[in-house]
C-alpha cells in the first residue's frame, strides 16, 4: 500500500487554511446575527478573509509546483473524479469568497480595514445596487463552501473510520513513513 | 456503527454552525429581527432607511484646529481642512411624515481622511438616549404603538423613564440649522503615546438658538428653512470633545455626564451645500457609528455594537430596493 504524503508545505497550507476557514464560516454566520459581537467579529472577519485570500494564491501555485501523491486503491474512478472535482471547487471558492467580499465592501463604500490605520483600496466604484447583488452572492457562496466542507470532511471520515485505508497518513502533519 | 458515528459528527457540525446563525433560536434577538421590527412599526418603505428615514444631504467640510491631537492620533484632528459628507434627518421609519418640533433631529458626518480613512458619526438633538441597551431598544420600539405596552416597559425601565424626562426637557431650537448634535455614546480617543480618554462629542451650532415656536409650519417647514439658510451662506458647528473621568459611565448613553467635565473644541464643521437626497451623495452612505479611523475606539456601550450591525442590515436592505423619490426637493 502507498504511504506517500503530501509535501510539509501542502501539509502546514491544509491544515493551517482548515482552521483559518472553519473560524471563518463560523464567524461569518454568527457575525449577522449577533448584536453584541458584530463590531469584533467584523473586523476579524476582514483580515481573517485577506489572509485566506493571499494564502489560496500561494497554495495554488505550491499546487501547480507539487502535484499530490497517486489516489488510494480503495478509491473508485467516479470518486477519483469527484475528489478532483472538490478540489478544485474549494480552490475556487476560498478565491472568490474573499475577492466578492472586498468587492461587495467596496461598491458600499465601506473602508476596508485591515488593523489600525491600515487598509486596503476598493476594487471596484460605489454602487449600492451591486453592492446588495455581490452581498447575495458572497452569503450563497459561503453555505456552497460549508456544504463542500462537509461533503469533504464525510469522505475522509469514511475512509478513515469505516475503510480504515489511512488516508489521513497523505496530509499528517507528521512525517509518516512509505 | 461506524456509519452512525460518522452521521453524528456531521450532525454535531452543521448543528454547531446553524446554532451559531441563530437558525435553532428564532427568538434571538438578531440584526434581521431588528429591522424587521423598524419594518412592523413603520410599514414598508423600500429603498428608505429604516429609521432617521426623512431625510436631507448636506457637504462640506471640517477643519480641525489642532487641539484634538493631544487627545487622539486620529489624522483629522491634525491642523488642517478634510470634506465632508453629511446627512440631516428626522428620528423615526417614516421618509414621508410631516416635519414637528418634537421629533429628535439628527445630523450624520463622514469625514473623509487624508490618508483613506474614514470617521462617520451619527448624532441626536437629545441631551440622552432613551434606551441603554439594544434590548431595551427593541421593546420600547414594540411598544411604540402600543400604550399597555409602553407602560410595562417603563416599568421594566426606570433609567428609560429618567432619560425620557431629561430628554422632554431640553430647549429644542428653531430649526436643524441652530440645533446642537450630541453623540450619546461613549468613545475612546488614543493618542499617539497609547494613552486612552473616555469622551462624547457634540456639534455646536455657530448660529445664535432661537426657540422653536408652536405654531405647526409646511410639511417639511425644518428641512425647507435648512436648504434656506444653507444657501445663503455656510452653515457652522463646532466640534465639542467632552472629556470623562475616571468613574464616569462609558456604558450607559441614558446617563449625562456631570456638568463641567473639560470641554475641548477640535475644529469646525462647515456645510456649504444642503440638497435633496435624490442628488446628494449621503443617500447611499451607511453612517455606521463604528466606522472610526486609528485614534478612536469604541467604549463598551453595548448599543455601540448593535447601531453597527442593524445599520448594516438596513443599508443592505435598502441598497437592494427599487428608490423613491424623496420628500424633500
Given at each position: 500500500m502507498k504511504r506517500a504524503q503530501?509535501?510539509?508545505?501542502?501539509?502546514?497550507?491544509?491544515?493551517?487554511?482548515a482552521a483559518m476557514v472553519l473560524t471563518m464560516l463560523f464567524i461569518g454566520v454568527g457575525m449577522v446575527a449577533s448584536l453584541a459581537d458584530y463590531h469584533r467579529l467584523v473586523s476579524i472577519h476582514r483580515p481573517l478573509g485577506i489572509s485566506i485570500l493571499i494564502l489560496i494564491v500561494v497554495r495554488y501555485v505550491n499546487r501547480r509546483l507539487h502535484p499530490p501523491p497517486d489516489f488510494l486503491d480503495t478509491m473508485s474512478p467516479l470518486e477519483r473524479r469527484a475528489a478532483s472535482a472538490s478540489e478544485l471547487l474549494l480552490y475556487a471558492l476560498l478565491f472568490l469568497l474573499p475577492l466578492v467580499g472586498w468587492a461587495m465592501l467596496s461598491a458600499a463604500r465601506y473602508p476596508i480595514v485591515m488593523f489600525g490605520a491600515f487598509h486596503l483600496p476598493p476594487i471596484l466604484p460605489q454602487n449600492a445596487g451591486l453592492y446588495a447583488l455581490l452581498r447575495r452572492v458572497h452569503t450563497l457562496l459561503a453555505y456552497l463552501l460549508f456544504a463542500t466542507f462537509i461533503a469533504h470532511f464525510s469522505a475522509i471520515l469514511f475512509h478513515t473510520l469505516v475503510l480504515r485505508d489511512g488516508i489521513l497518513d497523505r496530509m499528517a502533519l507528521w512525517r509518516v513513513g512509505r | 456503527?461506524?456509519?452512525?458515528?460518522?452521521?453524528?459528527?456531521?450532525?454535531?457540525?452543521?448543528?454547531?454552525?446553524?446554532?451559531?446563525?441563530?437558525?435553532?433560536?428564532?427568538?434571538?434577538?438578531?440584526?434581521?429581527?431588528?429591522?424587521?421590527?423598524?419594518?412592523?412599526?413603520?410599514?414598508?418603505?423600500?429603498?428608505?432607511?429604516?429609521?432617521?428615514?426623512?431625510?436631507?444631504?448636506?457637504?462640506?467640510?471640517?477643519?480641525?484646529?489642532?487641539?484634538?491631537?493631544?487627545?487622539?492620533?486620529?489624522?483629522?484632528?491634525?491642523?488642517?481642512?478634510?470634506?465632508?459628507?453629511?446627512?440631516?434627518?428626522?428620528?423615526?421609519?417614516?421618509?414621508?411624515?410631516?416635519?414637528?418640533?418634537?421629533?429628535?433631529?439628527?445630523?450624520?458626518?463622514?469625514?473623509?481622511?487624508?490618508?483613506?480613512?474614514?470617521?462617520?458619526?451619527?448624532?441626536?438633538?437629545?441631551?440622552?438616549?432613551?434606551?441603554?441597551t439594544p434590548e431595551g431598544f427593541y421593546e420600547q420600539l414594540e411598544a411604540s404603538h402600543d400604550s399597555g405596552k409602553m407602560k410595562a416597559f417603563l416599568d421594566r425601565h426606570p433609567e428609560s423613564v429618567r432619560a425620557m424626562e431629561e430628554i422632554g426637557r431640553r430647549a429644542v431650537s428653531s430649526g436643524f440649522e441652530?440645533?446642537?448634535?450630541?453623540?450619546?455614546?461613549?468613545?475612546?480617543?488614543?493618542?499617539?503615546?497609547?494613552?486612552?480618554?473616555?469622551?462624547?462629542?457634540?456639534?455646536?451650532?455657530?448660529?445664535?438658538?432661537?426657540?422653536?415656536?408652536?405654531?405647526?409650519?409646511?410639511?417639511?417647514?425644518?428641512?425647507?428653512?435648512?436648504?434656506?439658510?444653507?444657501?445663503?451662506?455656510?452653515?457652522?458647528?463646532?466640534?465639542?470633545?467632552?472629556?470623562?473621568?475616571?468613574?464616569?459611565?462609558?456604558?450607559?448613553?441614558?446617563?449625562?455626564?456631570?456638568?463641567?467635565?473639560?470641554?475641548?473644541?477640535?475644529?469646525?464643521?462647515?456645510?456649504?451645500?444642503?440638497?435633496?437626497?435624490?442628488?446628494?451623495?449621503?443617500?447611499?452612505?451607511?453612517?455606521?457609528?463604528?466606522?472610526?479611523?486609528?485614534?478612536?475606539?469604541?467604549?463598551?456601550?453595548?448599543?455601540?455594537?448593535?447601531?453597527?450591525?442593524?445599520?448594516?442590515?438596513?443599508?443592505?436592505?435598502?441598497a437592494g430596493e427599487k428608490k423613491e423619490p424623496s420628500a424633500v426637493q
Open positions: 503530501f509535501t510539509v508545505l501542502s501539509r502546514v497550507l491544509h491544515w493551517v487554511m | 456503527m461506524r456509519l452512525v458515528l460518522i452521521g453524528v459528527i456531521i450532525l454535531c457540525v452543521v448543528g454547531a454552525f446553524g446554532y451559531t446563525g441563530g437558525w435553532l433560536t428564532p427568538d434571538r434577538l438578531t440584526p434581521g429581527r431588528f429591522i424587521d421590527g423598524f419594518e412592523q412599526v413603520n410599514g414598508p418603505h423600500p429603498g428608505f432607511r429604516r429609521n432617521h428615514a426623512k431625510g436631507v444631504c448636506a457637504s462640506g467640510s471640517f477643519e480641525g484646529n489642532g487641539q484634538g491631537v493631544r487627545l487622539s492620533k486620529a489624522v483629522v484632528f491634525e491642523p488642517g481642512r478634510v470634506p465632508v459628507i453629511a446627512r440631516f434627518a428626522l428620528a423615526g421609519g417614516q421618509p414621508y411624515m410631516p416635519d414637528t418640533n418634537a421629533n429628535v433631529r439628527s445630523m450624520a458626518v463622514l469625514f473623509a481622511l487624508p490618508n483613506g480613512e474614514e470617521w462617520r458619526t451619527g448624532m441626536n438633538n437629545i441631551p440622552v438616549f432613551a434606551v441603554n441652530n440645533s446642537t448634535y450630541n453623540s450619546l455614546n461613549a468613545f475612546h480617543f488614543v493618542n499617539a503615546a497609547g494613552a486612552s480618554t473616555a469622551v462624547r462629542w457634540s456639534m455646536t451650532p455657530v448660529e445664535r438658538f432661537e426657540a422653536a415656536t408652536t405654531a405647526r409650519g409646511e410639511k417639511n417647514f425644518l428641512f425647507d428653512a435648512l436648504i434656506a439658510r444653507a444657501r445663503k451662506q455656510p452653515l457652522q458647528w463646532h466640534l465639542i470633545v467632552t472629556l470623562g473621568q475616571p468613574g464616569d459611565p462609558t456604558n450607559d448613553a441614558t446617563i449625562a455626564w456631570p456638568e463641567g467635565r473639560e470641554q475641548v473644541d477640535a475644529g469646525t464643521l462647515t456645510i456649504e451645500r444642503v440638497e435633496s437626497e435624490d442628488e446628494g451623495r449621503c443617500r447611499d452612505v451607511n453612517f455606521d457609528p463604528l466606522i472610526l479611523p486609528s485614534g478612536i475606539s469604541p467604549s463598551d456601550d453595548p448599543l455601540l455594537s448593535a447601531r453597527s450591525a442593524a445599520y448594516s442590515q438596513s443599508f443592505t436592505r435598502r
